[in-house]
């Protein structure tokens, strides 16, 4: 996905949202693989497994949210090869 959006020129506006989609799920990925020491770490009250179904029901979140926000760029905003605009 980070590929794909680096190379094709963005359509709608808000694509950032989709780069902070991504950085929720990694972030959740890493509270899955810390799952025991998390939970250890919390006293028993918590898992890093639990704290990442919430954390990947955010980045969900987030996308729907873009989808609701978003609008069409014309087609000079969508032709930028510049990669700073391109997110």
């Not at 987030?62 to 000079?76: E, F, G, T």
Request: hydrophobic share 55%; net charge positive; charged share 15%.
């Amino acid at each position: 996905i980070p590929m794909l959006l680096l190379l094709y020129p963005k359509r709608y506006s808000h694509r950032y949202l989709l780069v902070l989609s991504l950085l929720i799920y990694a972030v959740a990925k890493i509270f899955e693989m810390l799952d025991v020491e998390i939970f250890l770490l919390l006293n028993g009250s918590i898992g890093g497994h639990a704290i990442k179904h919430v954390l990947a029901a955010a980045g969900s979140g987030v996308i729907l949210w873009m989808l609701y926000v978003r609008k069409p760029l014309s087609s000079a905003d969508s032709s930028m090869s510049n990669l700073d605009h391109r997110l």
